[in-house]
């Protein structure tokens, strides 16, 4: 036994020099608590960083725990800081009409099934005739044939506001945390063609408007839906892709080409630090007396920053730059950087400033392919490389074609946990079509679309943009075909959180340790991976506006109206893994339906609520009369206070989730506000 925590404790020793890569681990885990408590805490726990800090730098017998439990509370600090800092006001109920006056920040155009675009709108300063504490920002949909607009003009229209959506279930995707922290209170859609009073743009409003040219000159140039795609590579604008395109890339597993990740900033880098390099090197008196390699650092960080704000400073964008930066760095000193430090660094600064992003899909994906890669990589390279330095051209042509199916391999398997956690799917193709659409995105299509924007306004980018609109064609096609095979979207129901967290942990320790003990990080994954298939979905889902109810049995997705609620429909299906989504049997405002032996009545109609012994009621409308003698009654007031609800049905009693007390207390919880205390109302 003795011996067995001499070895472990030198295995943690032996790899001292990687305990930094475990600070942002720390500091998400940190971030982690503070978003899972059920209530806000009060002010002195944003500061309990302080004493774990200091006595971090004064002890010496526990410093190690005194720095564990620092980065920790720091995690938590950071993002209660964060919370408070931007007080985001939320509505928590729909307005009547208004007229509303703000200044436009963002214009989005968004394709219509018909494939016409329509504009939606970010508006800040909110002004309106109302006793209503109006939201600091909200987002308008302006359909049909308007003027376009710009950010900076100053417009007065007529709108209905509503609440941001809650929870579809329990556990699933937070909108209204993710509106909060994007500062968005509301949204709506215009009654009314906007009025432009004035245009008064600041810089950021001018960095914006260059953005929505760009997008306006691929979208008016480029066939439909290539421009669509081609702005989501250049601007990172991916909300004029249809449905349908989009949905291809997802199941293909080519969805991260559409974001602006590393895989791009890398290319342009690599364009860019080659360019500036081979060019100084064509100008004796200039490379003889600077360095070009120093020279093409410099240009690549300056090329590579302008190219993340005309991105719009993306999560996965902003680590890809920093840890070119970091490399560029290395290189202005005569220096090598450290890959997993740089992706530990780039976490931890991005985890400071905005440490929301731990909870969203493009820090996660990114972070998780790029260790991956790291990781396994530093494990191949040395034996890879002494087997091509013996070989020919031959050797050297096999190891870069097994390259590109080692780093798609290792980038599905890392993100596989994310992508079945978040959007309950994975397909088994992911690894031949980056085969293809990886090189060709790196070779042709990125250097084809820097050339475009560089030349263009010289009256020379006709060239490059037909090879680019030739490429975007191949890149779809290539995303259709693969999308069509069999396999190719496999839907999974939502895994345990537990099998999730051991999963991610075993990952964690596989990717971050380098001693023999790091092969420990299997038997998590392996035992989260078996945990995944334990639990049972709910039989029984209520969103929480009243609209839909579903019943899942059979795998099969029964609800109460194929016309209201599809989107969450569709989150349901896609949550429990239902083959099809099927009309429940629906007469005079009731839908009847059954499980095993226990009677379900969904009445959506207040003149018609019926009450049966033994049966399960549910009541879209207030409630009119008791029913004693039911198995169980949920009605409007319910869902009004508590949200979307879940319910396991068994012989005895049902089992229920709501979306309020997984949310907790917190800023961004929807309120239930009764009439009589609306401002309007007083």
């Not at 530093?378 to 097994?402: D, Q, S, T």
């Not at 889902?541 to 609800?559: P, R």
Request: aromatic share 12%; net charge positive.
């Amino acid at each position: 036994m003795h011996k067995q925590k001499r070895n472990i404790l030198s295995f943690f020793y032996d790899d001292y020099h990687l305990w930094p890569v475990w600070l942002p681990v720390l500091l998400g885990l940190g971030i982690t608590l503070y978003f899972s408590l059920p209530f806000e805490p009060p002010f002195w726990w944003g500061i309990l960083c302080f004493p774990f800090l200091f006595m971090s730098l004064i002890s010496r017998s526990f410093r190690v725990v005194f720095v564990v439990c620092g980065m920790i509370t720091l995690g938590f600090s950071a993002a209660f800081v964060r919370t408070h800092y931007l007080g985001t006001i939320m509505l928590h109920y729909p307005l009547p009409v208004l007229t509303i006056e703000g200044k436009v920040s963002q214009v989005e155009l968004k394709p219509t099934q018909k494939g016409f675009l329509y504009q939606r709108l970010s508006l800040i300063n909110i002004k309106a005739d109302t006793p209503e504490v109006l939201p600091q920002k909200i987002r308008l949909t302006l359909k049909g044939k308007r003027e376009r607009l710009w950010p900076g003009q100053f417009i007065r229209l007529k709108a209905k506001l509503n609440p941001i959506s809650d929870l579809s279930v329990p556990g699933g995707f937070d909108f209204r945390r993710q509106a909060y922290f994007n500062g968005l209170g509301a949204t709506g859609f215009a009654l009314s063609s906007p009025e432009i009073l004035k245009d008064s743009p600041s810089w950021d409003d001018l960095i914006e408007k260059r953005r929505e040219k760009i997008t306006a000159f691929f979208l008016t140039h480029m066939s439909f839906p290539l421009g669509a795609i081609a702005a989501a590579l250049i601007t990172g604008d991916k909300a004029a892709i249809p449905e349908e395109t989009r949905e291809d890339f997802i199941n293909s597993g080519l969805a991260h080409i559409l974001a602006i990740s590393g895989l791009h900033l890398t290319i342009i880098a690599g364009v860019v630090f080659m360019v500036i390099r081979r060019g100084v090197a064509l100008i004796p008196p200039l490379c003889l007396v600077f360095n070009s390699k120093k020279i093409a650092a410099l240009g690549t960080v300056l090329m590579t920053l302008l190219y993340l704000i005309l991105s719009g400073f993306g999560i996965p964008a902003q680590r890809a730059f920093i840890m070119i930066s970091c490399v560029m760095g290395a290189i202005l000193i005569d220096r090598t950087a450290l890959s997993m430090r740089t992706v530990a660094f780039a976490a931890f600064l991005i985890l400071m400033i905005t440490p929301e992003a731990l909870l969203g899909p493009s820090f996660q994906l990114s972070f998780a392919a790029v260790m991956a890669l790291i990781a396994g990589y530093e494990a191949w390279k040395n034996p890879v490389a002494f087997w091509v330095i013996k070989g020919g051209r031959f050797r050297k042509l096999l190891v870069y074609g097994g390259g590109l199916a080692f780093t798609s391999l290792l980038a599905t398997l890392a993100t596989l946990p994310f992508t079945i956690y978040l959007f309950h799917r994975f397909s088994l193709h992911a690894i031949e079509a980056n085969l293809v659409a990886v090189p060709l995105t790196s070779l042709v299509i990125m250097p084809s679309a820097l050339l475009t924007c560089l030349l263009t306004p010289f009256g020379l980018g006709d060239g490059p943009l037909w090879i680019f609109e030739k490429s975007l064609t191949l890149l779809i096609s290539i995303a259709s075909t693969v999308s069509s095979w069999p396999g190719a979207n496999i839907p999974v129901r939502h895994p345990p959180i537990v099998s999730f967290i051991l999963v991610v942990s075993g990952g964690l320790w596989l990717f971050l340790w380098q001693q023999p003990w790091r092969r420990w990080g299997i038997l998590s994954i392996g035992i989260g991976f078996f945990a995944s298939f334990l639990g049972e979905p709910p039989h029984l889902l209520i969103d929480g506006q009243g609209k839909i109810v579903a019943l899942y049995e059979n795998e099969f997705l029964y609800v109460s109206s194929l016309r209201k609620g599809k989107f969450t429909a569709e989150t349901w299906k896609k949550y429990v893994a239902a083959k099809e989504i099927k009309p429940m049997a629906c007469q005079d405002g009731v839908c009847r339906a059954s499980f095993q032996t226990i009677p379900i009545l969904i009445s959506y109609d207040i003149e018609n609520q019926p009450c049966e012994k033994g049966a399960l009621h549910i009541f879209l409308e207030p409630k009119q009369n008791v029913c004693p003698e039911a198995y169980f009654t949920l009605d409007w007031y319910n869902l009004w206070r508590k949200g979307g609800h879940v319910i396991w049905l068994t012989a005895k009693d049902p089992h229920l989730k709501n979306v309020y007390d997984f949310q907790g207390d917190r800023p961004w919880t929807r309120k239930a506000i009764p009439r009589k205390a609306r401002p309007m109302n007083k």
